[in-house]
């Protein structure tokens, strides 16, 4: 191979590293944006605020005796 050659061979394994890298840090990120429980202690009265809601609109829902 020539230099050139190497030279892109280089630089597409640099991407291939980096895209890695990349979607490694992405793939963390949504784990976490997604765990209910980080959410929680990020945002501890919307998710109360959201769960009572939740409780209003299924009782609202169900038919009464």
């Known amino acids: ?3 050139r050659t190497k ?3 280089g630089e597409i394994a640099d ?3 980096a895209l890695d890298r990349d979607l490694t840090a992405f793939q963390q ?3 976490q944006e997604a ?3 980080a959410q929680f ?3 501890t009265w919307l998710v109360l605020g ?7 609109l299924i ?3 169900l038919p009464r005796p």
């Open 29 to 31: 990120r949504v784990e």
């Open 41 to 43: 202690h990020k945002h």
């Open 35 to 37: 765990n209910w429980q």
């Open 59 to 61: 009782s609202a829902l």
């Open 1 to 3: 191979m020539d230099d």
């Open 7 to 9: 030279q892109v061979v």
């Open 50 to 56: 959201c769960s009572a809601l939740a409780g209003l």
């Open 15 to 17: 991407a291939r590293t």
